[in-house]
């Protein structure tokens, strides 16, 4: 089965690689847009204490990139993403629309691990490790 972030006519191949972890701060995020052939994706990193997440950098409520406003989208406690447009919260874990203009949506995840050479890239693969 297709994930919706793989719908995107920009969307990166499985294995591309993204940054290196050490860029990607324990208990924040860091934002990139990968840029092809077929046009430019955004891509939100999240890096929590024990997990490290991707989703596609649009909110669904009007589609623009949660960081449009400000760096700042990860809540303290790390459990929250808020969208700095209009202040739609989404669990920083599931994606899950939490709060405001969130409710009934969900961020499109995108599956990301750490290759062998400490890589971030999406999708998983044999020499993945966790964060």
């Known amino acids: 089965m297709t994930q919706a972030?793989?719908?995107y006519r920009s969307a990166p191949a499985l294995g591309t690689r993204l940054v290196r972890l050490e860029?990607?701060?324990?208990?924040?995020?860091?934002?990139?847009t990968l840029t092809g052939e077929k046009g430019s994706f955004p891509l939100l990193l999240v890096r929590l204490d024990d997990a490290l997440?991707?989703?596609v950098n649009a909110c669904p409520h009007?589609?623009?990139?949660?960081?449009?406003?400000?760096?700042?989208?990860l809540s303290q406690d790390g459990e929250q993403l808020r969208c700095?447009?209009?202040?739609a919260t989404f669990s920083a874990r599931s994606g899950e629309g939490t709060g405001g203009l969130g409710l009934g949506c969900t961020l499109d995840?995108?599956?990301v691990s750490v290759d062998g050479e400490g890589w971030v890239v999406v999708?998983?693969?044999?020499?993945?490790?966790?964060c």
């Open 5 to 7: 972030w793989q719908q």
């Open 109 to 111: 995840p995108v599956p």
């Open 84 to 87: 700095t447009n209009h202040d």
């Open 23 to 32: 860029e990607v701060a324990h208990g924040g995020t860091h934002s990139l």
């Open 53 to 55: 997440l991707g989703y």
């Open 62 to 73: 009007q589609y623009l990139p949660l960081d449009q406003r400000g760096k700042r989208v």
């Open 123 to 130: 999708g998983g693969g044999p020499e993945q490790r966790t």
